[in-house]
């Protein structure tokens, strides 16, 4: 451990982390665009700044390690009008659409620009600049006048997707969000795991909704596990007006805020009208809707049925790496224990 001050107040940190991560321990917000705890520090977007005493310039809180005997100040007159210039150039070259934008209300850029008082007018924003747009992706559109080029889709799809499929082009004020020979996302290396759209601070990276909604007309969010495969990744379902309109990642989960495409834009046969939502008995032929109750009695007729005229062995359990692993372990346990057989599979053998 190592001592160091903050605004004030002397505090212990482990030694070696960055300042960014010492402000939070000690409960001090610090603004982010372009970190990611997930991801190497970057220190792109400045926005982080602080003091350090003896230190000639403001220092990236981000990327800044704390030394021992470290004096650092994050909230003084300097600290907060070098953050507002960071974000008026943001804001100049920016389709401030928040009305219509709708990441409104769940945007760092808005809400920064909210709390350190940057106004509409510094905009000097003019539409219709080459490639704005490419919607040619089944999920996700970009809207490149949204983007502040923090970078963090980047590095989320070379760092933790693996895929690689875009990188910024050109410089200056002509610098995007890009793809090879830029044909559109459609026809890049993109598998469409959507885990650039998870991190996106503004707008500019957005999933394509069935119906537009504001973020604070969610009525709920039910954490659940993903039922495509067997790694089991963790995603809040994002609940209005009781249909799924967004799928989110967890963090703190197996599949530490990534998903797949399935994972994140597969979800809706939830509301399908031909989804089965009753059970289906056969009867002289055809299938009739049922009870539970009535099913669950024709299912252990036949069981006990079964079980009595050819043994245990007649039966065999196939299960799935659609379901949970708690799942899987009670259809194995209810086939071993209660039907007394070892015939039991899973489709992911196949
Ligand atoms: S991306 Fe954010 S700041 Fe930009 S228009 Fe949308 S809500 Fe407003
Ligand atoms: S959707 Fe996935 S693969 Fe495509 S650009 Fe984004 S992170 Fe990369
Ligand atoms: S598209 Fe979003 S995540 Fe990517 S650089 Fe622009 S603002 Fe950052």
């Not at 934008?101 to 760092?108: I, L």
């Not at 070379?158 to 995007?176: C, P, V, W, Y």
């Not at 197996?254 to 009867?283: A, E, M, Q, S, W």
Request: glycine share 6%; proline share 2%; aromatic share 8%.
């Amino acid at each position: 451990m190592i001592n160091i001050r903050i605004n004030d107040l002397d505090v212990q940190v482990k030694e070696g982390i960055t300042i960014l991560a010492a402000c939070r321990e000690v409960g001090i917000t610090i603004p982010t665009f372009c970190h990611d705890d997930r991801l190497e520090p970057h220190g792109s977007c400045r926005i982080c700044v602080v003091e350090v005493e003896k230190s000639k310039k403001l220092v990236a809180a981000c990327t800044g390690i704390v030394r021992d005997g470290m004096v650092i100040r994050t909230n003084t007159e300097k600290i907060m009008s070098t953050r507002k210039e960071i974000l008026e150039l943001m804001w100049a070259v920016h389709d401030n659409d928040c009305l219509g934008c709708h990441k409104a209300g769940d945007c760092k850029l808005q809400d920064y620009c909210f709390e350190y008082g940057v106004e509409a007018s510094t905009s000097e924003y003019k539409t219709n600049i080459n490639g704005r747009y490419d919607e040619s992706n089944e999920f996700y559109t970009i809207d490149r006048d949204k983007c502040i080029q923090c970078g963090k889709c980047i590095r989320v799809c070379h760092e933790l997707q693996g895929t690689d499929a875009i990188g910024f082009m050109n410089r200056s004020n002509e610098m995007k969000v890009a793809h090879p020979f830029e044909l559109g996302m459609a026809y890049s290396a993109c598998v469409s795991c959507g885990n650039c759209v998870n991190v996106c601070p503004t707008g500019a990276l957005l999933e394509k909704k069935r119906k537009p909604f504001r973020t604070w007309d969610i009525d709920k969010k039910v954490r659940t596990t993903c039922i495509y495969c067997g790694v089991g990744c963790q995603m809040d379902l994002v609940v209005k007006d009781n249909k799924v309109v967004r799928i989110d990642p967890v963090i703190e989960a197996v599949n530490k805020g990534l998903l797949c495409v399935k994972g994140k834009f597969v979800y809706r046969f939830i509301d399908h009208p031909n989804r089965l939502t009753k059970p289906l008995i056969r009867k002289n032929g055809t299938l009739v809707e049922s009870t539970w109750d009535e099913a669950f009695d024709v299912i252990t007729d036949k069981i006990n049925d079964i079980k009595e005229k050819y043994g245990s062995d007649a039966f065999a359990g196939f299960s799935s790496a659609k379901c949970t692993t708690e799942d899987n372990y009670i259809i194995q346990k209810f086939f071993r224990a209660v039907l007394g057989t070892n015939n039991i599979d899973h489709c992911a053998r196949l």
